[in-house]
């Protein structure tokens, strides 16, 4: 789904096309924030400092992108 498309699902009336496209933004982010994440780690960024950009507690970021 390209943007263009996901923005005129978004205006649609109908809940279907809506939904449909709130879990390609879900998606999106995720890789977004999986990309940045790696990023950070890669220039140096400690995990506290990655919690904190994102509103979250660097225990949860770790959890969830350390390995």
């Known amino acids: 789904m390209d943007l263009e498309e996901l923005s005129e699902r978004i205006k649609s009336n ?3 096309l809506g939904l449909r496209a ?3 933004l879900h998606r999106l ?7 940045s994440v790696a990023l ?3 220039q140096g ?3 506290a400092q990655i ?3 994102l509103g979250m507690s660097r ?3 770790h ?5």
């Open 14 to 16: 109908d809940p279907a």
């Open 22 to 24: 709130v879990g390609a």
């Open 29 to 35: 982010a995720e890789q977004v924030e999986a990309v």
């Open 40 to 42: 950070a780690r890669e």
């Open 45 to 47: 960024w400690t995990w």
């Open 51 to 53: 919690g904190d950009a």
């Open 59 to 61: 225990q949860s970021v």
């Open 63 to 67: 959890a969830k992108y350390g390995k």
